[in-house]
């Protein structure tokens, strides 16, 4: 039993508080006080449901050399995560039932977030031949998705939402024309064309987008089941606009927005600093004014964080040879914490709500509210600021482009199912 | 002036300065003993991370003449791909007391990495797209000893813009002398934009009464499919006898090379009285000895 006195509670529905919240066998007992054998002093602090990340790359199996399940979920929940989904794309790809089996086991073993993994869409994400999502499904595949890849042949993704309806499960897209991206490495636009970088036109998401949405149409009109496409980390204007288009037009679509889209903007890569090197790349203020607006007026239903560990030694080469990724599992909610509602006015509870409701209806899964008889998956913030400490990450990717920065509404305590997995103490 | 980099941040004073040394570097090289002891003690390192003959002899016939002990570090992607990062690369040479590098490579950017991992000079010798300083500083000193000066000038660059850290690096440069640059190309081969210079597909726009025309090599191995067709790049945008009339009667010619003959630039022309080309390669070891001087002499070890 745990007692946290005086907080203050937060979710999609909106701010209450403070209360005394009683937690006791995994569920939320009381909020109106108790006793118990841990009593914790909330004043000042928020209490949230805990959250749900939809695309993090934990490397694990292959590249544990970059981060695996334990250095991952522990950065999950250090980040407030109770709820992870992973990127298949890993070595080999997760597109077995076995695959997907093992890793649930072992991250039950590990006791930290839950893990939710993602499988591939197709056989070793080669985009041809479907992998097998009834069973990947009964393993407990979250999501199918071919991720960094981009679906090159509509027929597979049309094949692919079309056995995917009936099972419910969303197929998520990296949506990337990459005949128009070719090489590009940052944003194109006039900086891309000083800076001497080859870049990725903006076009390259809005076109993809927009065969991407047509292809979910013809599924539509092939299926009695709904296909639910997932668009992920969206970066473009344009990109927001043909899924607010989409949204209207009654598609049954979602989307996502990464931390970094929404805090960064390519200007980051005047330095050359491939730290900033990013698929989709960072762009420009107006396309972050979009994701805003698109956060704000439901377009878009979570933040995402695309955590992408690399080694050090990778990202340090130059930026056509380093990987594309940005870690953020720790830091994604103080981020936008900080940035977009203490910075900006951005309404804490959609901001929450992002981070929680969003990405559960993404995934099917009920919203976690506040309230007594809730399960108790919940995130303590403490408002106090901190500055981003890279070297005290979690994650063996100890380097972050937000080092330094200082940041309030820091994890204090994650709980999942009423187990405490993070306290700072 | 720490680094060579770019010309971000440059005065007209400080390029002036350069060219000045320059000058006096040329004289040195008309002497029968090309040899100065001023950076006697001091090590430069080139290292080429991209294969480059010229620009790198060029470099290390520079340092020499001044007396600098020279380290050539040959770094082929292959060897690269064994292992060692180009960070622990430079450390290595830092290790070993080399108090300048000379960058050259495949990627915009890594001069300026470089420059932050290391306490010694980086000079940038071409990076990717991005920038060629010392070519460009030669290129503006050849344009000088033709021209006289630069105030008000017309420069017309031709050919592959988009590709070109050479065309990037005088956009930068030549207007901080005064001149007027304009750079033609295909459209799909020109950048959106480019500051410091006027981007135009009409090549004869860009030699309407030019003042000098320099022409850049068609860089086939930086593009992908389909950018333009070779046939009719020749036949629309090749420099010829015919073309150059526009441009002043007497406006010289110049290519920073390597240079595909009879693509880019009529092959007779190439060899014409009007063509500054031999005379770019002869002040490039000039400058580059003025940039080491600038660089080096007087600063803290």
Not at chain 2, 122 to 148: C, K, M
Request: negative net charge; contains cysteine; hydrophobic residues 45%.
């Amino acid at each position: 039993m745990i007692l946290i006195k005086n907080v203050k509670l937060v979710d999609a529905r909106g701010e209450r508080g403070p209360l005394d919240v009683l937690i006791g066998g995994g569920r939320i007992l009381s909020l109106e006080g108790g006793e118990a054998p841990l009593v914790l002093d909330g004043t000042g602090k928020l209490l949230a449901p805990g959250f749900l990340d939809l695309h993090a790359h934990l490397r694990e199996p292959g590249e544990e050399v970059k981060e695996d399940l334990a250095t991952g979920l522990l950065a999950a929940v250090r980040g407030g995560y109770t709820d992870l989904v992973s990127m298949p794309n890993t070595k080999p790809p997760v597109d077995t039932e076995e695959a997907v089996l093992a890793l649930k086991e072992k991250a039950r073993h590990l006791g930290l977030a839950r893990l939710h993994p993602g499988a591939a869409l197709t056989l070793g994400q080669e985009g041809k031949t479907l992998s097998p999502a009834g069973p990947l499904k009964e393993a407990g595949a979250a999501l199918l998705t071919d991720d960094g890849r981009t679906n090159e042949d509509a027929g597979v993704l049309a094949a692919g939402l079309l056995q995917a309806a009936p099972l419910g499960l969303p197929v998520a897209v990296h949506a990337e024309d990459a005949s128009l991206r070719r090489n590009g490495v940052m944003n194109d636009g006039p900086l891309a064309h000083r800076l001497g970088l080859p870049g990725n036109p903006p076009e390259a998401e809005a076109a993809r987008i927009a065969r991407d949405l047509e292809v979910l149409r013809y599924a539509l009109r092939r299926s009695k089941a709904r296909p639910h496409l997932h668009i992920q980390h969206l970066s473009t204007k344009r990109g927001v606009e043909l899924v607010r288009e989409a949204k209207r037009a009654g598609l049954p679509v979602t989307a996502e927005a990464t931390p970094h889209h929404l805090t960064l903007t390519e200007e980051a890569l005047r330095g050359f600093d491939p730290l900033f090197k990013v698929a989709p790349p960072l762009r420009t203020e107006e396309d972050q004014e979009a994701l805003l607006e698109g956060l704000l007026d439901g377009t878009l239903d979570a933040i995402a964080t695309d955590h992408a560990p690399h080694t050090l030694a990778e990202k340090e080469w130059d930026l056509l040879r380093a990987p594309f990724g940005i870690p953020s599992l720790e830091i994604a909610f103080p981020l936008l914490y900080t940035e977009l509602h203490l910075r900006r006015g951005f309404p804490l509870p959609r901001l929450v709500e992002l981070f929680t409701d969003g990405p559960r209806r993404v995934l099917g899964l009920a919203p976690l509210h506040l309230e007594e008889g809730a399960e108790a998956s919940l995130v303590l913030l403490d408002p106090k600021e901190a500055p981003v400490d890279p070297s005290r990450f979690a994650s063996k990717a100890r380097y972050s482009p937000w080092a330094g920065w200082v940041l309030a509404g820091w994890p204090a305590l994650t709980l999942v199912e009423g187990r405490v997995v993070h306290r700072v103490e | 002036m720490r680094h060579l980099l770019d010309f971000q941040g440059w005065t007209k004073q400080e390029v002036e300065s350069l060219l000045d040394t320059a000058k006096v570097m040329r004289e040195v090289l008309e002497r029968p003993i090309k040899k100065v002891p001023a950076l006697q003690g001091f090590a430069v390192a080139t290292v080429f991370f991209e294969p480059s003959t010229r620009t790198r002899t060029s470099f290390e016939l520079a340092a020499r003449r001044m007396s600098a002990d020279v380290v050539s570090f040959a770094a082929q992607t292959s060897s690269l791909q064994k292992g060692e990062s180009y960070k622990d690369t430079l450390l290595t040479l830092e290790a070993m007391g080399v108090d300048a590098y000379v960058i050259r490579a495949d990627a915009a950017g890594v001069p300026h990495q470089a420059a932050r991992w290391v306490k010694g000079v980086v000079i940038n010798g071409g990076d990717g797209q991005r920038a060629h300083p010392t070519q460009a500083l030669l290129d503006a000193y050849t344009l000088l000893e033709a021209l006289g000066s630069l105030e008000g000038r017309k420069i017309a660059i031709v050919g592959d813009i988009l590709h070109s850290r050479v065309a990037r690096s005088n956009a930068e440069l030549l207007p901080l002398l005064g001149a007027e640059v304009f750079c033609a190309g295909p459209p799909s081969l020109l950048p959106q934009s480019l500051p410091g210079a006027r981007l135009t597909p009409n090549l004869e726009e860009a030699l309407e009464g030019a003042d000098a025309v320099m022409v850049l090599r068609l860089q086939r191995e930086r593009m992908e499919g389909g950018l333009i067709h070779l046939e009719d790049y020749i036949a629309r945008y090749q420099v010829t006898e015919k073309r150059l009339a526009r441009a002043k009667p007497t406006a010289p010619l110049l290519h920073p090379g390597p240079m595909n003959r009879d693509v880019e630039l009529a092959g007779t022309l190439a060899d014409s009285s009007r063509s500054l080309i031999t005379q770019q390669v002869q002040n490039g070891v000039a400058v580059r000895m003025a940039v080491l001087y600038h660089l080096l002499v007087g600063r803290e070890r």
